[in-house]
């Protein structure tokens, strides 16, 4: 089992910054792709951002290149995502997920989701 839980969400204006983490517990050998995701109202669950062990691994939606950041702080088991410049169109719940893979951008892949954390960016 692996256990996820996410913190650092919050309400920004348009331009803002947030930094998202996700503290990662449990046998974290079935954590190989970790991602995280987002939802908003309405509409299908979104990858954002996914690495596989290597953090050099790392991908993003095209909505975010530039803007978000993965990495990895090994020693507190914490997967952050830097978010900048944010958009209103950001504004979603944020789920931080893994699996043992392979990576990908499909929900599917996924066995372990964190509770989420809400983003909200205002214009």
């Known amino acids: 089992q692996v256990q996820l839980v996410e913190s650092g969400g919050g309400s920004v204006q348009t331009g803002g910054s947030l930094r998202l983490a996700c503290e990662i517990s449990?046998?974290?050998?079935?954590?190989?792709?970790m991602a995280w995701f987002r939802q908003a109202p309405g509409k299908e669950r979104e990858g954002v951002a996914r690495?596989?062990?290597?953090?050099?691994?790392?991908s993003y939606t095209d909505s975010v290149k530039g803007r978000f950041t993965l990495s990895r702080d090994v020693i507190k088991g914490t997967l952050y995502l830097q978010m900048t410049n944010l958009k209103p169109e950001d504004t979603a719940m944020y789920y931080c997920?893994?699996?043992?893979?392979?990576?990908?951008?499909?929900?599917?892949?996924?066995?372990?989701w964190g509770q989420g954390t809400q983003v909200t960016v205002s214009s």
């Open positions: 690495t596989g062990r290597g953090i050099r691994r790392s």
């Open positions: 449990g046998n974290t050998d079935n954590a190989g792709c």
């Open positions: 997920a893994a699996g043992s893979g392979p990576c990908g951008w499909s929900p599917a892949i996924y066995t372990y």
